[in-house]
């Protein structure tokens, strides 16, 4: 992760953004957040909260409805030079293989270099002379990836950029993060997956009503309350006990959050419980998507 400075003026600034279509309701509205040059910054929440929508008015590809947007000091359409976009499963051409789609994007994009097989060879991705119609998710997003990183601007909007990858790849995409704020690049991404929050300086988590927290991932998580793990099948006799009353089933067992008014050794006595600890990543994920401070 990045050493931050203030001292530059921000990569991007929005104010007021709201977006909506037609005569819907708005997917956002009054929305102001601004991204600091070299930061990393997630921007998470469930599916249809508009993260994706956000990103693609940050990149130019759609017009606010309300607000205003500055991209470097520009209006993002004039700042495209300055940026790459990944919106997911949007950017490989089906009827090219990857190699095609490779040598189509570099022509394309003014500040494409021929790291892409680098960056493709990092991520494992091989069956480069196969059509893309015929990868599996996590090979389009490998190439997705592959396209984008190797484009050198300083200010990289990737969408769900590890969806379909599994544990190692992740892993290697994150390391590719570290090393792009070390270069002092800015990138803001969207994620609905917990194991993405150790990759970011900052994270915004965002619903369809605008942003529900906004900090660095340590302060989040100490903002977060203690977690009750429960054991299997005692949880609804302690749900009072519990922020909204709600259990996740997650990998790590049955957990709940602490209710503000709760002692944790009064609960850790309660017939059930299994253990009152530290949130991890999921929970933290889970208490901001789902439960909200």
């Known amino acids: 992760m990045s050493e931050l400075s203030s001292d530059a003026d921000p990569a991007v600034e929005a104010h007021g953004l709201t977006k909506s279509f037609g005569d819907h309701p ?43 947007i500055s991209v470097f000091g520009e209006q993002p359409r004039d700042a495209r030079s300055q940026l790459v976009f990944m919106l997911q499963d949007g950017l490989a051409v089906d009827d090219l293989s990857g190699r095609e789609n490779a040598a189509f994007y ?11 097989q680098e960056v493709a060879d990092s991520l494992e991705l091989d069956a480069l002379d196969r059509r ?30 590890t969806a379909a990858l599994d544990p190692t790849t992740v892993e290697r995409f994150h390391a590719m993060l570290d090393d792009l704020a070390d270069a002092g690049r800015t990138v803001v991404a969207t994620s609905h ?11 915004v988590f965002f619903d369809s009503d605008g942003i529900v927290a906004d900090g660095e991932p340590s302060a989040l998580r ?51 419980v299994r253990a009152v600890e530290a949130p991890t990543a999921p929970d933290v994920f889970n208490y901001y998507v789902h439960i909200q401070p």
């Open 222 to 272: 100490e903002a977060t309350p203690s977690v009750v793990v429960v054991e299997d099948g005692a949880g609804d006799g302690l749900r009072p006990l519990l922020r909204d009353d709600r259990l996740f089933d997650t990998d790590a067992g049955r957990r709940g959050f602490l209710a503000a008014d709760v002692d944790p050794e009064t609960v850790a006595d309660q017939q059930g």
């Open 106 to 116: 570099t022509a394309l994009h003014p500040d494409a270099t021929d790291r892409w």
């Open 193 to 203: 997956s917990p194991r993405d929050l150790r990759a970011a300086d900052r994270l």
């Open 132 to 161: 893309v119609a015929d990868y599996s998710g996590g090979m389009r997003r490998k190439l997705e990836l592959a396209l984008t990183l190797s484009v050198d601007v300083p200010l990289y909007l990737l969408d769900e950029p």
């Open 26 to 68: 708005p997917v956002f509205a009054g929305v102001d957040l601004t991204f600091q040059r070299g930061e990393t910054t997630l921007l998470m929440g469930p599916n249809g909260s508009g993260k994706t929508v956000l990103l693609s008015c940050l990149a130019g590809g759609l017009r606010p409805s309300a607000g205003s």
